[in-house]
């Protein structure tokens, strides 16, 4: 599918994307850059990428397919770099959580010719584990990626990158990028969110040795994506500060009322809260596949 890919970016998501379209010959040479020199170097010992650059420049020359994905912030100096040595045949893409602030990022530095070759993707699979070692060759194998296409994009280029994704197992739909920035705050950035406060709010009690020496099943299932990479969601909670603040608001009216029905020990309300909350998830998720840690994404499969 493609001569040579750059990953900008060697950790958990690139590694990931670079191991599958090896593994699948989809493409003949992975050339890779990172910021860290022990991580080039350990994404070439896992073979993740065919061997390390030194700078972005000399990972793109001959690339017909960069996939940048770094912190979302950092793509600001990974896409400025990009424009001053991208080669004229190239597809770009990303794999960055945030859609918004990485479009605009891209309409500040890249030219007209290769902002229309700038794909926008992100892909809805990944874990609380970062940098090569992470990466595994079926992250992407039955999740979904979306790819939030802009004005200039040609349907060809588009149609490229979806394949690219699919040829990894991916299921690829497209939405506007302020929907899914709104839709993804929801979904992935509110429980990142929720997870960290959850255990910042134990680690400060007076208590919380004994607290943390009896936390187990519930307590772990909750807060798994608190152990996730703090630059990374530094990065994204201020890139998508509008719509994360207004979830967390959202979310905070949520456990007011929940406080409400507590406080005046209204037995009747809490259960049909619950009630209601368990058949929403049930249905999202049906008994047989209930094991989330460990099973690909199905939902609407
Ligand atoms: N982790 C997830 O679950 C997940 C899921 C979907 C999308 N994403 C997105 O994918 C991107 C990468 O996340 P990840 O989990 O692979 O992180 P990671 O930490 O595993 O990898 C990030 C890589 O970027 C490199 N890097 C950091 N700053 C750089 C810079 N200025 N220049 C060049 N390289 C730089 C790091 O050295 C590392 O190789 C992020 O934008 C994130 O929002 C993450
Ligand atoms: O499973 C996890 O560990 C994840 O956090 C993956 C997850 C998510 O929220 O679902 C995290 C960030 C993304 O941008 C996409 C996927």
Redesign the pocket.
């Known amino acids: 599918m493609f001569r040579r890919l750059a990953l900008i970016g060697t950790g958990l998501i690139g590694g990931s994307l670079a191991l599958a379209l090896r593994e699948r010959g989809e493409v003949g040479e992975v050339v890779g850059y990172s910021r860290r020199l022990d991580t080039r170097l350990a994404a070439e010992r896992l073979g993740l990428i065919d061997r390390p650059a030194d700078s972005i420049s000399e990972a793109v020359a001959g690339a017909d397919i960069v996939f940048l994905a770094t912190p979302v912030k950092a793509m600001d100096a990974v896409l400025g770099e990009l424009a001053t040595c991208l080669p004229d045949d190239a597809l770009v893409t990303d794999g960055g959580?945030v859609k918004g602030a990485v479009v605009e990022r891209a309409r500040a530095h890249l030219s007209a010719a290769q902002l229309a070759r700038f794909v926008p993707g992100?892909?809805?699979?990944?874990?609380?584990r970062s940098g090569p070692e992470a990466a595994t060759a079926e992250l992407y194998r039955g999740h979904r990626v979306i790819l939030t296409p802009i004005a200039e994009n040609r349907a060809e280029d588009v149609a490229r990158i979806e394949a690219m994704w699919q040829a990894v197992g991916a299921r690829v739909e497209q939405l506007d990028v302020a929907h899914h920035d709104h839709v993804?705050a929801a979904?992935?950035?509110l429980?990142?969110a929720a997870a960290f406060a959850m255990v910042s709010s134990l680690a400060r009690l007076a208590e919380r040795y004994e607290v943390f020496r009896y936390a187990a099943g519930g307590f772990c299932d909750f807060t798994?994506?608190a152990s996730?990479d703090p630059v990374m969601w530094r990065d994204?909670c201020l890139d998508n500060r509008n719509e994360i603040l207004a979830m967390l608001d959202h979310y905070r009216a949520e456990l007011d009322c929940l406080r409400d029905m507590l406080e005046s020990a209204d037995g009747e309300a809490i259960e049909s809260y619950f009630a209601e909350a368990k058949a929403v998830r049930d249905a999202l998720y049906p008994a047989a596949q209930a094991d989330l840690t460990s099973r690909p994404d199905t939902r609407g499969a």
Do not use: D, F, Q, V
């Not at 992100?122 to 609380?128: M, Y």
């Open positions: 959580s992100h892909p809805i699979a990944g874990r609380e993804l979904t992935s950035h429980p990142h798994r994506i996730s994204i």
